[in-house]
């Protein structure tokens, strides 16, 4: 591997002398895999036990004597299964109050692995990105006999509770075990590994704290969420290196059709190489696209887009092509760098995929998507960022002007703070500039006051700060009132694209350009913005109908079927219902002739938004309401 033998031996030297202390841990490979299930099968009797009976800092958990609360784990060329064993005296997880608490404060395991050649880099989990990995999923209530539950990134895991005791059962694939730099865990090596037992054994007054054992980092830096460098050390037994990739061969091409793909193709020699999965990446240059992480690119806008493929088996071969893009019909919302900023993507609790929330108070309920809009149920704090909903997946661009943009309003008028901020290890800054008045310090950190009405808020900014190791992440911060808040439609598109590339509005929104032109629209409609000139709006005329308010869709969200009552358009003579797609893709049509229709969504798709349109006998479109198909 081309690592060099210098990187080795001193990466040795540091492991050797940081890790002198701290204690060590070998997995033996599995002879057949253990069912994951929470129960302690045959198989397991061929691994090591860990005890787990270290306490975290001065804190003082009751989790039985010593060897009473323990791991064990097995590899096999897929993954590492994991079995916790815990005896307590009182199981009180977070579900055991009401609302709900957060679930690193009740009783729950955390896993945690370091995956980096160099274990001594002051980091954790709390830095993504960077190699270091939480596997922590809490207690669901009703699933806690053995239900197999998905972790994300393909882990399984599942709980058995005999209460107050309980079994804890894992499988963690090494693919998702990456380092700093994109290569898969190498099992020839050194690896860091903890097991934190969070211990509570009732609700405030009676005992409002969390208390911890761990199997090695007992907290003389930092617990092990922010910095590993104390935790323990894994091997896996009988692990052999395999054979490295020598080339990557990409072979481009060309995508015509709009919104169309193309499967980049990778030839890899050798043919016999011991791990040929790759990680793709896109360089949008004058075109843009994204790509899957099985190398499927999507067009967005037409020009050139160079892909790159990596290899993670520690050769640091890869390949990159070129592939053009033309016959794209684009609009600005296509653009966005803000992954989900529609919240179009529900997971199974109704919290917004690729976001995430986090309440200083335990009595805060996380952020709900409902009809496409993020709804926040912030508890009153002492600070804004005590109550947050975030999204790390935003890629935008160093040195670039970008337009961000949003709409938001709230139960009573409030004041309002968004900012995008990197993370702990680059000490929280916000790594973007802004010449906008309500930016702090000329930094991309806005406070300004929002009120019941709906609105858009229009930002600038320019990521001049952008370093190794940064990882873009924008942030609504809400702790400094209780008002229920609302924010819809998030976007981050560059100030290039939002005044050439056309734009979506929806029916009745209020948009403002520039903070000077207002323009309220009662059509959807696709429009460009220049300096001077609105293009194509078509809105000459069209007002909203006094009885815009008749129709009703239910259930919404709906899985199976949609019901829709037309109240007073079935008087209407020529009117017509339209369903399409987020992109504006038909996919139902019927003229309105009675007074409901049941529609059969089943085959259409979940986790998305589809739109609802009534037409009049003009074409033109009166109504528009969301639907979530789940």
């Not at 207690?139 to 053995?146: A, Q, V």
């Not at 005999?162 to 499988?171: G, K, Q």
């Not at 409030?414 to 906008?436: M, W």
């Amino acid at each position: 591997m081309k690592r060099g033998i210098f990187t080795l031996v001193l990466c040795a030297l540091v492991v050797a002398f940081s890790y002198g202390q701290q204690p060590s841990g070998v997995i033996k490979k599995v002879t057949e895999p253990p069912v994951i299930g929470g129960e302690v099968d045959a198989v397991w009797t061929e691994a090591n036990v860990y005890n787990i009976d270290q306490n975290f800092q001065s804190e003082l958990p009751t989790l039985g004597a010593s060897g009473e609360t323990n791991w064990r784990a097995l590899w096999s060329t897929d993954g590492i299964y994991i079995l916790l064993t815990v005896t307590d005296d009182v199981f009180f997880p977070n579900y055991a109050v009401s609302p709900a608490g957060n679930n690193w404060e009740y009783d729950k395991p955390e896993i945690y692995f370091d995956v980096n050649y160099v274990l001594q880099d002051a980091l954790g989990p709390a830095n993504a990105g960077t190699g270091h990995y939480q596997v922590s999923p809490g207690f669901t209530d009703g699933k806690n006999d053995g239900t197999v539950m998905d972790g994300g990134n393909n882990i399984d895991y599942a709980f058995v509770v005999t209460a107050p005791n309980y079994t804890a059962e894992y499988f963690v694939p090494f693919s998702w075990l990456k380092d700093k730099d994109g290569i898969m865990v190498d099992l020839t090596g050194n690896i860091g590994f903890d097991v934190t037992i969070i211990d509570r054994d009732a609700a405030a007054p009676t005992d409002a704290t969390r208390r911890r054992a761990v199997w090695a980092n007992i907290g003389g830096i930092n617990e092990s969420w922010s910095n590993m460098d104390e935790c323990g050390i894994i091997t896996f037994e009988d692990a052999t290196a395999g054979i490295d990739i020598t080339s990557i061969t990409l072979s481009g091409g060309k995508i015509t059709t709009d919104n169309g793909t193309l499967q980049v193709a990778a030839t890899i020699l050798p043919e016999d190489a011991t791990n040929k999965t790759l990680t793709w990446s896109i360089e949008n240059n004058s075109g843009r696209a994204t790509i899957s992480s099985t190398g499927i690119v999507t067009a967005i806008k037409d020009g050139a887009v160079t892909v790159t493929a990596k290899a993670t088996d520690g050769s640091y071969e890869e390949g990159s092509c070129t592939v053009t893009i033309s016959g794209q019909n684009t609009i600005l919302w296509e653009l966005n760098v803000i992954a989900n900023g529609g919240f179009d993507l529900v997971n199974d609790d109704g919290t917004a995929a690729l976001w995430s929330g986090w309440g200083g108070d335990a009595n805060a309920p996380m952020p709900q998507i409902i009809d496409g809009i993020a709804v926040c149920t912030p508890v009153l704090a002492s600070y804004s960022w005590q109550y947050q909903f975030n999204n790390m997946n935003v890629t935008a661009l160093p040195d670039v002007d970008y337009i961000f943009k949003f709409k938001a309003w709230a139960d009573a008028n409030r004041t309002f703070n968004v900012d995008f901020e990197d993370t702990p290890a680059n000490n929280y800054n916000r790594y973007g500039a802004s010449a906008d008045p309500t930016a702090s310090g000329g930094r991309s950190d806005w406070t300004f006051n929002i009120t019941t009405e709906p609105a858009w808020y229009l930002l600038h900014v320019n990521f001049d700060q952008i370093v190794e190791g940064t990882v873009q992440k924008v942030q609504f911060m809400l702790g400094l009132s209780s008002a229920l808040t609302y924010i819809d439609s998030v976007m981050l598109v560059t100030l290039e694209e939002y005044n050439t590339v056309p734009q979506r509005v929806s029916i009745y929104d209020t948009i403002t350009i520039y903070d000077t032109v207002h323009i309220t629209v009662y059509d959807t409609v696709f429009i460009a913005v220049t300096d001077t000139l609105i293009i194509n709006t078509s809105l000459t005329g069209i007002n909203p109908p006094d009885n815009v308010n008749e129709i009703r869709i239910y259930p919404n969200p709906a899985k199976d079927y949609i019901i829709i009552d037309y109240g007073n358009y079935t008087l209407m003579n020529g009117y017509t219902l339209r369903i399409t797609n987020s992109i504006g893709q038909q996919l139902f049509l019927t003229p309105i002739n009675k007074q409901t229709d049941y529609i059969d969504i089943s085959g259409w798709g979940g986790r998305v938004i589809y739109f609802v349109h009534v037409l009049d006998n003009m074409d033109r479109v009166l109504v528009t309401k969301k639907i979530i198909i789940h």
